[in-house]
């Protein structure tokens, strides 16, 4: 499978907030406010690039089964007339 632009930047951007929330001695020690500023940016930032990358790539690349999923359940709805022919019996 050939990796794309979206995944590309996703990953870039998965990695930069891991690498920062994960980085040795910053925020400084003792220092309570810095250490809530960072663990915000960087955690929200994680989980809403790997939320956002998700539904990124799974537009471009949608699932079989959800494919799958869509045909079987157009197959199985009653027509609209025989519904109204079976609430008239």
């Known amino acids: 499978m050939k990796i794309g632009r979206t995944e590309k ?3 870039a951007s998965v990695l930069f ?3 920062f929330y994960n980085f040795p001695g910053f925020p400084p020690y003792g220092s309570e406010t810095a250490c809530i500023v960072h ?3 960087s955690f929200v930032g994680t989980v809403l690039s790997v939320y956002i990358g998700c539904k990124l790539t799974e537009k ?3 699932l079989i089964e959800d494919e799958e999923q869509d045909e079987t359940a157009e197959d199985n709805t009653p027509a609209a007339s025989e519904t ?3 609430s008239d019996k």
């Open 9 to 11: 930047i996703w990953l």
């Open 17 to 19: 907030f891991w690498v």
């Open 39 to 41: 663990g915000l940016i």
């Open 60 to 62: 471009e690349y949608p």
């Open 84 to 86: 109204q022919k079976e």
